[in-house]
């Protein structure tokens, strides 16, 4: 059993940034591939960016060059900055084990004036 514990959400201006970190459980958080994903009210929950066990990542067009992901596993932590935040990027993100069934319980991002 692994458990994913995000934190760094809140409320932010357009604009603005905002660092997420997710801390994992165990002693196998090092093999695991990790994504952020994200959902908002009345939408379908979505993979915004993923970084595998070895460091390589992918981003969804939506947060390309405005997002970044990183880990460190010696803290068995991976993060989201999150730069230039826009008002449709206001969703609950959580974190994920891809491959593996377990979620965190999520942080709220507001972007709002």
């Known amino acids: 059993q692994v458990q994913l514990v995000e934190s760094g959400g809140g409320l932010v201006q357009p604009g603005g940034s905002l660092r997420l970190s997710c801390t994992a459980s165990g002693r196998r958080f090092s093999t695991y591939a990790m994504g952020w994903y994200r959902q908002a009210p009345g939408t379908q929950r979505e993979l915004v960016p993923s970084?595998?066990?070895?460091?390589?990542?992918n981003y969804a067009d939506s947060v390309k060059g405005r997002f970044t992901i990183s880990r460190d596993n010696a803290k068995n932590t991976v993060y989201l900055q999150m730069n230039s935040l826009k008002p449709e990027d206001t969703a609950v993100y959580y974190c994920h084990t891809l491959g593996v069934p377990y979620w965190g319980q999520g942080t709220q991002v507001t972007v709002s004036s």
């Open positions: 970084i595998g066990s070895a460091g390589s990542t």
